[in-house]
């Protein structure tokens, strides 16, 4: 799916009026097919952006396209229809508890599913080698029948990612994949994550605090810092300069090292939470 | 030298004797309001009756004639309290989920839209309306429409509690965390398929134990029903009260207690089931 930003400015509806809005005029486009990285230190707007691509936030000013598109001219029924071919995996994977994984991971299916066959999947799975094989790509579907609420953090989170693969939309939004996964657990998510995209075919968007993970990954790099964009290169251009300039304030949040940079760590946060 | 400056008297002291006096002085006039008088229970001319009426109770009648009498009439008593029961759940289901603010899709993206949040009002208000006449009045007017007999109980029964259940309903499913259903309104999904996949695995439990909960109540209003003529083991009970015949209403009394007891049960079993 194709996406372009237009002077895009959007705040969460909860934040104070007066407060500085989280994206301030951002332009940003991307190609069918594009794999992109958002990095930048906490409270930058990467989650407020993935919010405003997946239209689950409406830009207070500017234009959001999707596919030439605009989403909120549609009335509510089409525009819900239309989120069916966008996905936005949240940061805190959205799992309730008592729901067995099979149930969580089919949920991506259920923009494509009417209500009774949605019913009867709640009373036999039918499409258990469908989400077995999705699981198997975060190397976790010994859990298939588990309860969700039994799973570690780390092993929630992949279930989270295991729905995104399921669900075979056009635009995969994830934030913070890999903040609960361990090292080796988070570069096979990473990998699986951009397979699924370019065999699906579809453009990805992913919120990282791992920089080495991003330059690694993706090849389009976007650096974020109060809502606005610092720079937007390919992964090979991303200098140790610009990662410096980019955490200037939050030198502590550039999480692994980047190519080149020497920076004196005191610890490295294995979790950022706290992000907007 | 050392002084001792610790106050010898607990400070906290005055504010318990004026919270002590202020209740009795809100509390005293409602008192007198509702006349109670409690000595009068133990008056000469009220306490022989009394006790003579009490002593009664045992041994409770337990002739097999008046037993059958009372099973049927409790078995009667239970199938009017489900059949209400399933009445108000059919009502009540729709117009909770009707009423839930965390499945508005309008509400994803910010405040509710006008016309949904006005909606959703007016659902709670029917809510309130209907729970807010007390089954007996229902009752009273049922009896009027259908006469005598258990269906005015049952259709008393399903509009108070359809009030309830549709009000607590919600609740629970506004308590639960929202962000599951979120997720999947946001992804495309439908509103029922988020309260199926979202809602309904973290809530069945609450949701299954205030059922039961309400289905016992449902068995003691609608032995209260009877009183008024709608059927069942409370018609019994009036028409023994009235004789003053105290082994008769210790029998249905005992039943009571065990009804109560295997609804207790029946709820204890379902929520181990469901945890």
Redesign the interface.
């Known amino acids: 799916m194709k996406v372009t930003l237009t002077g895009c400015s959007a705040q969460h ?1 909860a934040a104070l009026a007066a407060a500085a809005p989280a994206l301030k005029r951002l332009d940003l486009s991307l190609t069918q097919g594009e794999q992109v990285a958002i990095i930048g230190p906490s409270g930058a707007g990467k989650t407020t952006l993935l919010q405003v691509m ?5 830009p207070m000013q500017g234009k959001l396209l999707l596919n030439q598109r605009d989403p909120w001219a549609l009335r ?1 029924p089409a525009l ?9 995996a ?1 940061q ?1 994977p ?6 067995r994984v099979i ?1 969580a991971v089919l ?2 299916l ?2 494509g ?1 009417g ?1 009774w066959a ?2 009867s999947n ?1 009373l036999y799975p039918r499409q258990i080698e469908l989400a077995e094989a999705a699981l198997a790509r975060f190397d976790l579907a010994d859990k298939l029948f588990d309860r969700v609420d039994r799973l570690s953090g780390g092993e929630r989170q992949r279930v989270g990612l295991a729905r995104l693969v399921v ?1 075979k ?1 056009q635009l995969l939004l994830v934030d913070e994949p890999l903040s609960a996964l361990d090292p080796e657990r988070a570069r096979q998510a990473c990998e699986s994550l951009t397979a699924v995209a370019r065999e699906q075919q579809a453009t990805l968007v992913a919120t990282l605090h791992h920089v080495e993970m991003a330059l690694a990954h993706f090849g389009r790099i976007v650096g974020l810092r109060d809502g606005e964009v610092v720079f937007d290169l390919p992964a090979t251009q991303v200098t140790s300069a610009r990662l410096t300039d980019l955490y200037a304030r939050h030198l502590d949040e550039l999480t692994g090292k980047a190519p080149g940079v020497d920076l004196t760590l005191a610890h490295t946060p294995a979790v950022t939470m706290a992000c907007l | 030298m050392h002084v001792n400056t610790a106050p010898r008297r607990d400070p906290a002291w005055t504010g318990r004797v004026f919270a002590l006096l202020a209740t009795l002085v809100v509390v005293w006039p409602m008192l007198v309001l509702t006349e109670f008088k409690p000595w009068t229970l133990f008056s000469p001319e009220s306490l022989p009756p009394t006790l003579h009426f009490l002593g009664d109770f045992f041994p409770p009648k337990l002739e097999p004639d008046f037993l059958r009498l009372v099973l049927f009439e409790t078995w009667r008593t239970v199938a009017m309290a489900t059949a209400g029961m399933t009445l108000a759940l059919f009502l009540a289901i729709p117009m909770a989920l009707l009423a839930s603010r965390t499945l508005s899709i309008s509400a994803l993206t910010g405040r509710m839209a006008l016309a949904p949040a006005v909606f959703r009002q007016g659902v709670r208000w029917l809510l309130m309306l209907l729970r807010s006449v007390p089954e007996l009045i229902w009752a009273l007017i049922f009896v009027r429409v259908v006469g005598l007999g258990p269906t005015s109980g049952v259709l008393a029964i399903a509009l108070t509690y359809a009030g309830m259940l549709g009000k607590v309903y919600a609740e629970i499913l506004e308590s639960g965390d929202a962000l599951p259903t979120q997720a999947l309104l946001r992804n495309g999904a439908g509103r029922l398929q988020a309260f199926f996949y979202g809602q309904l695995p973290q809530s069945s439990s609450e949701l299954t134990s205030y059922t039961v909960y309400r289905w016992e109540c449902a068995i003691r209003s609608s032995a209260v029903l009877g009183f008024v003529g709608a059927g069942g083991l409370g018609q019994q009970m009036d028409a023994s009260m009235k004789m003053f015949n105290g082994s008769e209403v210790a029998t249905m009394l005992l039943m009571f207690m065990g009804l109560v007891w295997l609804a207790d049960q029946v709820s204890r079993l379902l929520r181990e089931a469901l945890a």
């Open positions: 509806p997946a239209c689950a936030l409406k509510t819900q229809r239309f989120r069916g071919q966008l996905f936005l949240p805190v959205p799992l309730p508890p008592r729901q149930t949920a991506g259920l923009p599913m209500l949605s019913l709640l669900a939309a």
